[in-house]
């Protein structure tokens, strides 16, 4: 099995900033795409950010020029710096990986636990 551990979560002022941190660890053999989603409560979970494993990212036209998305390979962890924080970014955040967990596997997808950011006015 492959697992993601996130951390960095937290209660910040509106124009703060976080970082959340996302390790994935267990039998892992590639990881391609890996990214951040997220949900608020009473909403669908959406897209924050991706970013491939030579460093192509995308982002939701709601953080872009704010957050960051960055990723070290050698330390199978993908990051996620968010800077100007606004109200509207509080949601639990969920790190996603897709991965091999050997050479003849499909690309599976895992999702993390999920940590709550909460920026208040």
């Known amino acids: 099995q492959v697992q993601l551990v996130e951390s960095g979560g937290g209660l910040v002022r509106a124009g703060g900033s976080l970082r959340l941190s996302c390790a994935a660890s267990g039998r892992i053999v590639s990881l391609d795409v890996m990214g951040w989603y997220r949900q608020a409560p009473g909403k669908q979970r959406e897209s924050v950010a991706t970013?491939?494993?030579?460093?192509?990212?995308n982002y939701a036209d709601s953080v872009k020029g704010r957050f960051t998305i960055s990723r070290d390979n050698a330390k199978n962890t993908v990051y996620l710096q968010m800077n100007s924080l606004k109200p509207e970014d509080t949601a639990v955040y969920y790190c996603?990986?897709?991965?091999?967990?050997?050479?003849?596997?499909?690309?599976?997808?895992?999702w993390g636990q999920g940590t709550q950011v909460t920026v208040s006015s």
């Open positions: 996603n990986a897709e991965a091999r967990r050997f050479w003849s596997d499909s690309v599976r997808e895992f």
């Open positions: 970013i491939t494993s030579g460093g192509s990212t």
